[in-house]
């Protein structure tokens, strides 16, 4: 192969790569991977006899979830608060997205100290759907104020995983019924925290890349 036809080397750039995994929104990122994650266990768990493909929700059934949910819940509001602590972005709406995560904590507990057994599947769900559109509609709103182009689309997402957890929070079907609903709802909602992730990401610049001004 002749020197024309050869590939050119370049360097990997460690902090060049370093800058963009600060600048990265991993606070959206966990939420969008935890999204992901429940709606296709949710949609896979078998409705009657069955505690799920993976065997970690500890009943059968839609009841095994709502179980299950409370733990999932604080694994997920723990790293998403790192994520914010650690990424180099701006937040969004300021100090809102790390109270959004730390209520997802205490929902968390709320539920391991008994709150989700008082829950049925369409209520957890509901509830679940109503506070990731919720985010949603906070992403969708930094992202105005930042002047994106396209925000009103995240707030168009926000507003279908609304719309589909009320329906079938609203909905007298038996509850192997609802199970679809509620997993494309966290579908979509994964969705639209990808979409935010990708929207807010930043390049973070090293300090001794900053200008300095000259002295006269």
Not at 87 to 112: K, Q
Not at 184 to 209: C, H, K, P, R, S
Request: glycine share 10%; charged share 10%.
């Amino acid at each position: 192969m002749t020197e024309e036809y050869m590939p050119e080397y370049h360097e990997f750039d460690k902090q060049a790569f370093a800058g963009k995994l600060k600048g990265a929104k991993w606070s959206l990122i966990v939420m969008a991977v935890f999204c992901f994650a429940w709606a296709a266990y949710t949609f896979v768990t078998a409705p009657f006899g069955g505690a799920g493909v993976f065997m970690i929700t500890p009943e059968e059934g839609p009841a095994g979830l709502v179980a299950a949910l409370p733990l999932c819940l604080i694994l997920t509001g723990l790293v998403s608060f790192l994520g914010t602590v650690l990424s180099r972005t701006a937040w969004v709406l300021g100090w809102t997205e790390p109270i959004a995560n730390i209520v997802l904590i205490a929902a968390g507990l709320w539920g391991l100290w008994g709150g989700a057994s008082t829950l049925s599947f369409g209520a957890a769900y509901t509830v679940l759907g109503v506070y990731l559109a919720l985010y949603i509609a906070l992403v969708a709103l930094e992202l105005n104020r930042r002047g994106a182009d396209r925000w009103h689309i995240e707030l168009i997402v926000a507003a279908v995983v609304w719309a589909i957890v009320l329906v079938n929070g609203l909905n007298h079907a038996p509850v192997n019924e609802l199970v679809p609903a509620a997993s494309l709802a966290l579908f979509i909602a994964a969705w639209g925290f990808v979409y935010g992730a990708i929207a807010l990401n930043g390049t973070v610049q090293a300090e001794e890349e900053a200008p300095v001004a000259e002295v006269a």
